[in-house]
Each structure stands twice: as C-alpha cells, then as structure tokens.
C-alpha cells in the first residue's frame, strides 16, 4: 500500500527531503503493483494505492518521463469506457539468469516485467581448455547467446545471477561443495565474470534458487517455514525459516550430500577435497540418479522407479534423509524436487510418507515439485529481477 504523499510537499515543512522520499515510496509502490498486474488503468492504480486520482495522474505522467512506464489505449471491442492502461516499460533494463552444471550453462535473458526474451546453452566443450578464464567465458557466451536471440545484440543485462552446485564461502569467496565443477574455484571467479558481462554478478547455490522459485510460484507459496529437498546427479536442501533462507557460517548450510546415515559409506576429507559425483559417501551415494539408476542395474531412472522394489528401497533411504532434516528444523512442509522425484511421482511420495509414519518426529505436509520449468533457472531469474528492480525502481 503506498504512503499517501502529496507531491507539493505540503503539510512536510521543515522535514528536510520527505516529500521526495514519500514520492519514492508511493512510485514504487506503483511500479510492484503494476509488475503484478501486468496493466492498470488510473483509475484502478487510485483505487489500489489509496492515492487520489490527480495525484495518480501526476504519478504516472512522471515514470512514464523517467521511462519506466508506457502508456497504451485499452484494446478495441472489449467492454467498459475506453481508458488509457498503464505498464512496466520492458525496455527499461534486462537481466540474466543462469544455472551451472558440469556439462555446461544454460541461460535466459528477461527484461524488467519478467518476460523471458531470450535463452541459450552452451557446452562446456565449446571453449578451449586451454582459454584463460575458461569459465567467465563460457558463462558470457551463453549470455551472449541469450541476448542474441532477444534481437538485442551487445546490450549489457543489468544484473546476472549464476545458480551453482555448492556455495561461496562468504568468507573467503570461494566456490565450496562443488568439486564436480572444474573451474569455478577461483576466488577471483566473481570479478572475472563481473569484467567479462559488464554487470554486477551473485553466484549462489542451485537449490536455494529452487526454493525461492518454489515459494513463489510453486508448492511451497504462503509458506514461511518449509524444506527443499533436491536429489537428482546431486542432493541437497534449503531450509527457509520464518521466510529467511537458512545459509550457515560457510554458506553450505544444506549441503545434506554429505550427509552420514546408515547403510552409507562416509563422506571423508575437507569439502573441496571429493571428486567422485557422489561425493564420496553420505546420503547423495543412496539416493542419487547415479545410485537409483544402479539398484536396476543401470536402467534409465523413469524405468528404474517403474520397478516397485526399487521405488520401494529408495523410499526408505528418501525418508532417512528428510527424517533427519525434519528432526533438526521442524518444517511445516516438505517438497521433493529433481530428477528422482519428478520420474517417481506420487507412487514415490506415497511411500517416502509412509516410511516416515509412526516415528517419533513432526509430521510436516509433504509434497513433489509441480514446477514445470527449470526451478534453478526461474529461482535465478527471479532473484536477478529483485536486484534490478530495486535499483531501477529506486526513484529517489
């Protein structure tokens, strides 16, 4: 709800700067509603706001100067009185999105309304071994990519948001967790991207991306305490707390691959250290693709699942690790997402809650992803337009 300013700044005397802030509030205010909505009249954005409509009019006549915002006559044939409708400026700043893996990155450009607009993929075969900074420039050929196929050639994204396995030590800025990803453990990889992209860069963990994407447009909505967990090549989690994401001291907080349990070999060394895709031992080596696929004998994972004493076996270790995530952070939901509990579906989730009943734990609702694209990329994209939007909708 905007703060009802009045743009003449009267009534504010001596409170030096309020009128301007005020106004900002109320622009914003404007703008977030106008992302939601996709199209107000003046009429309606009043109603919204609580602001009068001359004082609306004001209002819109400024961003739409600033170019934020772009005015259009209400489409022929539909009923009601004609009116002007107001929206988000798209060409008012792009931004990027991309998700990391070990075979290469995949990256989409949207523009400030969020309108995907361009998407690319590249190989990690598709730059030389031996090119410096290999890895920023794989990551800007992918955007490169993106931006091409949005017709909008050399233009710099505002913002560029990277989702990796594994977490940057807040530290030490280094990428840990993640031994399976050959060069992105530069500590400098940060500002190397940041030169090569011309934009500011976040790098963060691919499952806490997912659980952003979750929350905002998944299973998880208008939930404020609630668990990921991800089990695919590789298995994690993200916990989110009272609606704050629970990252830890080194970043690695769900890092729950790593995670011993019985029937698993440990997981030995520093985190840097494991090279194998299973991390070496913990929970990932029994619920992984690579392990699920291996108790059908190397079957592909839909026909591995297919398999009622495989699905059976694998939800018991499934219920292991998310009873052990349950004891430690009593989540009111739990969601399964990735590979394995997208191709096990329901039948899956049935039996992981089975499992779970009759111990001596909460018993959080349970759920599969319904996400239909690619979460990490979506939670990417949704992170790199809060960014921008608070920078370019930033009026003050």
Not at 10 to 36: E, I, K, Q
Not at 332 to 361: C, I, N, Y
């Amino acid at each position: 709800m905007a703060t009802h300013a009045d743009p003449s700044g009267s009534g504010t005397a001596g409170t030096p700067g309020t009128p301007r802030v005020l106004r900002a509030m109320n622009d914003r205010a404007a703008l977030d509603l106008l992302v939601a909505h996709g199209t107000l009249t003046r009429t309606r954005l009043s109603e919204l706001t609580g602001l009068s409509k001359p004082t609306a009019s004001q209002l819109l006549r400024r961003l739409t100067e600033m170019g934020l915002v772009r005015a259009r006559s209400k489409e022929r044939g539909k009923p009601g009185p004609s009116a002007m409708l107001y929206e988000i400026e798209p060409k008012a700043a792009h931004v990027a999105a991309l998700s990391a893996d070990p075979h290469g990155v995949s990256a989409v450009v949207a523009d400030i309304a969020g309108t995907v607009v361009g998407h690319a993929r590249v190989e990690a075969d598709s730059v030389a071994e031996d090119v410096r900074h290999r890895t920023a420039q794989l990551v800007k050929e992918a955007v490169d990519g993106a931006l091409v196929q949005a017709g909008l050639g050399t233009e710099e994204p505002h913002t560029t948001v990277i989702g990796t396995p594994g977490a940057i030590d807040p530290r030490t800025g280094e990428l840990r967790y993640a031994p399976h990803l050959p060069g992105w453990h530069s500590r400098t990889l940060r500002a190397e991207l940041a030169e090569v992209l011309g934009t500011p860069v976040t790098i963060d963990n691919d499952v806490n991306l997912a659980a952003m994407a979750e929350q905002h447009e998944g299973a998880a909505q208008d939930h404020d305490n609630f668990a990921l967990i991800w089990v695919d090549d590789g298995t994690g989690a993200a916990v989110v707390v009272n609606g704050t994401l629970l990252r830890g001291a080194t970043g690695g907080a769900g890092e729950i691959g790593y995670m011993p349990l019985p029937g698993a070999p440990l997981a030995h060394g520093g985190p840097g250290t494991y090279a194998a895709a299973d991390a070496g031992g913990g929970f990932q080596s029994l619920v992984s693709v690579p392990a699920v696929r291996g108790l059908a004998q190397g079957e592909p994972l839909a026909d591995a699942l297919a398999e009622p004493a495989v699905r059976e076996e694998v939800a018991r270790r499934l219920a292991s690790g998310v009873a052990s995530v349950v004891a430690v952070v009593d989540p009111e939901l739990v969601v399964l997402s990735g590979a394995v509990p997208q191709a096990g579906g329901e039948p899956l989730r049935a039996l992981v809650e089975r499992e779970l009943t009759g111990l001596a734990l909460p018993r959080p609702l349970l759920r599969v992803s319904e996400l239909d694209d690619d979460p990490i990329l979506s939670g990417a994209l949704l992170s790199a337009l809060v960014q921008a939007r608070d920078h370019v909708f930033d009026t003050t």
